[in-house]
């Protein structure tokens, strides 16, 4: 065996046509790209969502919506979730550091308290925002709703 003997396996290529390789070979001149125009041309990439100079899908569409810069989020936190607490672990004083501590929000959070469920004890909760319902349910066991 020589270096002059050696093939490619049979089966293992592919033969293809070679383009831009004289004009004997059939596909020389343009090599199949056509006359003139970007696709004829080196380094040519379409845009993503070109449609051949059509107005594309993405501007065609009427922009729809509207968000806020200034939206707030709040993680809600309903009343029956602080009555749990307080019967399983006994806190009565709800802050912002408690609400991380038990992995209730993060610190990055804003925490609205809801009136949902029923509560029992007098507890004081701080937080960045009550419903009203939430308040007056405090504020009727003798407890204190208090904005931070």
Do not use: W
């Not at 003139?36 to 922009?63: C, D, I, N, T, V």
């Not at 709800?94 to 990055?108: L, W």
Request: net charge positive; glycine share 14%.
């Amino acid at each position: 065996m020589e270096l002059s003997n050696l093939k490619p396996a049979k089966g293992s290529t592919k033969k293809r046509k070679r383009i831009g390789r004289g004009e004997g070979s059939g596909h020389g001149g343009t090599s199949t790209r056509g006359h003139k125009g970007a696709q004829s041309r080196s380094g040519h990439k379409k845009k993503k969502g070109f449609e051949g100079g059509q107005m594309p899908l993405y501007r065609r569409l009427p922009k729809i919506g509207f968000k806020s810069l200034n939206k707030v989020e709040y993680k809600g936190i309903n009343l029956d979730v602080l009555q749990k607490l307080t019967e399983e672990k006994g806190i009565s004083n709800f802050t912002f550091d408690t609400f991380i501590e038990n992995g209730m929000v993060s610190k990055n959070n804003s925490i609205k308290i809801l009136g949902r469920g029923e509560l029992k004890v007098k507890i004081d909760v701080q937080a960045h925002a009550f419903s009203k319902t939430a308040i007056i349910a405090i504020e009727a066991q003798g407890g204190t709703a208090t904005k931070i």
